[in-house]
């Protein structure tokens, strides 16, 4: 890689929240899949429950300092090799992965506290219930929530390939802007 491509990696930060957050979201996903599964023995069903509830806090918790963090410390740009139709869609699909997982953890919280469930990483701090018990609502968020983990995991499928794509095809030093910051 040259001098120019190492310049124009992301920070340390944000590629640390980077990975922690893509971990804990693939974690997370076969949780919440396998824990609403008929015949699952209940002491596993609870502990996949917290498990993912959880998660899901730590998830959100996590992607709102990344936002912050990208607001206030702009990507590198990308090599002027990059055609302009892809920059645009390296933009729109950055954003769109923020807001979903924004979206996935917010209408999980709305399910469970509509739902009158306990989010247990909340509650042992003494955090109050922002929404109301109400059965519709649960349900609407739970429907959401549900439908909008397939747009997100068609959403992470489409980054994954384009990152293969210029790292592995192109070799035009986009992949390694993001690479973790292990060693570095």
Do not use: C
């Not at 959880?54 to 590198?76: C, H, K, Q, T, Y």
């Not at 209408?107 to 109400?134: K, Q």
């Amino acid at each position: 890689m040259s001098e120019t491509a190492a310049v124009r990696r992301y920070t340390v930060t944000a590629r640390l929240l980077h990975w922690l957050i893509a971990l804990m979201v693939i974690a997370t996903m076969p949780i919440g899949r396998t824990m609403i599964q008929p015949g699952l023995a209940r002491p596993l069903q609870d502990t996949l429950f917290i498990l993912h509830k959880n998660g899901g806090v730590i998830i959100l918790s996590l992607m709102l300092i990344r936002l912050a963090w990208r607001l206030l410390n702009p990507p590198p740009p990308l090599p002027a090799s990059v055609p302009g139709w892809q920059q645009r869609a390296s933009k729109l699909a950055h954003w769109g992965l923020y807001g979903m997982v924004i979206l996935m953890a917010v209408t999980g919280y709305v399910r469970v506290r509509a739902g009158g469930f306990p989010v247990e990483m909340l509650d042992a701090i003494g955090a109050p219930a922002l929404v109301p018990r109400s059965e519709p609502l649960a349900k609407a968020a739970q429907n959401v929530h549900f439908f909008a983990s397939y747009v997100l995991m068609a959403m992470i499928a489409l980054h994954l390939a384009a990152a293969a794509f210029h790292g592995l095809v192109r070799r035009d030093g986009v992949f390694s802007r993001m690479w973790p910051p292990v060693g570095r």
